[in-house]
């Protein structure tokens, strides 16, 4: 038992709304239960600024902990961060120590800022906007990397994972083939299909080739970081879109854990059987199926 509740009653200032109206009311009780529940365990493992932090970013906080949990649910071991700093999550696994770390991309700023469209209008989803965004993250927790690396609180034969959560991107839940994660980090397109003309039956499918996107400044961003080996440091990505109100029945479902052909340190298949995984063997993409509601 937490001697720390997650909720604090007494501080009504510098917090986010979030934070406020699933900690006072009722008709957020369900998710109020649920952070709660996952504090009681995760408490120990999380560093000293958490409780402070999540009053004001809480849905980046909630998806360390719900991520932490995850891991500690399903049989692996959290250690105490370190007081140097360094990734959100060090999962033991056999004899090595697995690097996790948890990021939350935000709308951006400028003209490629992600802006969520007023109600009942219909509007055309721009997945390389969103792209952007997730790029941003992945380049930046690269900076952080390397930081951790020549501050010695790393080490570089260790895994790394990079655990991407898309529920602050206006669209980033879209249900899309191949998987919005999957386009921010390769060079799948959009899918197509063909016709036969006269019996309208699909004859062939596959995606299209899109190595690259372009910012509204012009810039061109290559977007294929698991075929780039200075990203050979990532053995593998998670990516959910999961928060305190809109989150699976089964915990886990909705990831998608993405193997990095090019990782320096490989993780085997099946490490974390939760969601999805997906993995390159023979120059395609292979899928393994973890998910206990397969029908979501």
């Given amino acids: 038992m937490p001697s720390t509740p997650l909720f604090d009653y007494n501080d009504c200032?510098?917090?986010?709304?979030?934070?406020?109206?699933?900690?006072?009311?009722?008709?957020?009780?369900?998710?109020?239960?649920?952070?709660?529940?996952?504090?009681?365990?995760?408490a120990p493992f999380s560093d000293k600024q958490f409780l402070k932090e999540i009053k004001i970013i809480l849905k980046p906080r909630f998806w360390e902990m719900y991520l932490g949990c995850s891991f500690l649910y399903n049989d692996f071991e959290l250690e105490e961060p370190n007081s140097k700093g360094g990734p959100d999550?060090?999962?033991?696994?056999?004899?090595?120590?697995?690097?996790?770390?948890?990021?939350?991309?935000?709308?951006?700023?400028?003209?490629?800022?992600?802006?969520?469209?007023?109600?009942?209008?219909?509007?055309?989803?721009?997945?390389?906007?969103?792209?952007?965004?997730?790029?941003?993250?992945?380049?930046?927790?690269?900076?952080?990397?390397?930081?951790?690396?020549n501050k010695n609180?790393?080490?570089?034969t260790e895994p790394f994972i990079l655990a991407i959560n898309g529920s602050e991107l206006p669209f980033g839940r879209s249900k899309i083939n191949p998987p919005l994660i999957l386009r921010a980090i390769s060079q799948f397109g959009n899918q197509y299909f063909t016709f036969n003309k006269e019996s309208?039956?699909?004859?062939?499918?596959?995606?299209?080739f899109e190595d690259s996107i372009t910012k509204s400044s012009g810039s061109v961003i290559y977007k294929d970081i698991i075929s780039n080996k200075e990203y050979n440091f990532i053995s593998a990505f998670i990516y959910s879109c999961v928060d305190p109100l809109n989150r699976p029945e089964n915990m886990g479902d909705d990831y998608i854990f993405i193997h990095n052909p090019m990782a320096a340190n490989r993780l085997p298949l099946g490490f974390l059987k939760l969601g999805r995984e997906f993995y390159r063997k023979d120059d395609q993409i292979k899928i393994n199926d973890y998910?206990?509601?397969k029908m979501n």
Avoid at 13 to 38: P, T, W
Avoid at 132 to 144: A, D, Y
Avoid at 200 to 208: A, L
Wanted: proline share 3%; no cysteine.
């Fill in 13 to 42: 200032h510098y917090i986010s709304v979030a934070y406020k109206n699933i900690r006072d009311f009722a008709q957020f009780l369900d998710g109020k239960n649920l952070m709660e529940k996952l504090w009681k365990e995760f």
């Fill in 89 to 149: 999550l060090n999962v033991k696994y056999e004899n090595i120590k697995v690097r996790v770390e948890a990021v939350t991309p935000h709308k951006g700023d400028g003209d490629d800022r992600l802006e969520k469209p007023p109600d009942m209008v219909v509007v055309q989803v721009s997945q390389s906007k969103i792209i952007l965004r997730i790029q941003n993250s992945i380049v930046e927790k690269k900076k952080n990397y390397s930081n951790w690396i």
């Fill in 153 to 156: 609180i790393i080490n570089k």
């Fill in 200 to 208: 309208f039956e699909i004859i062939d499918r596959g995606y299209h």
């Fill in 291 to 293: 998910r206990i509601d």
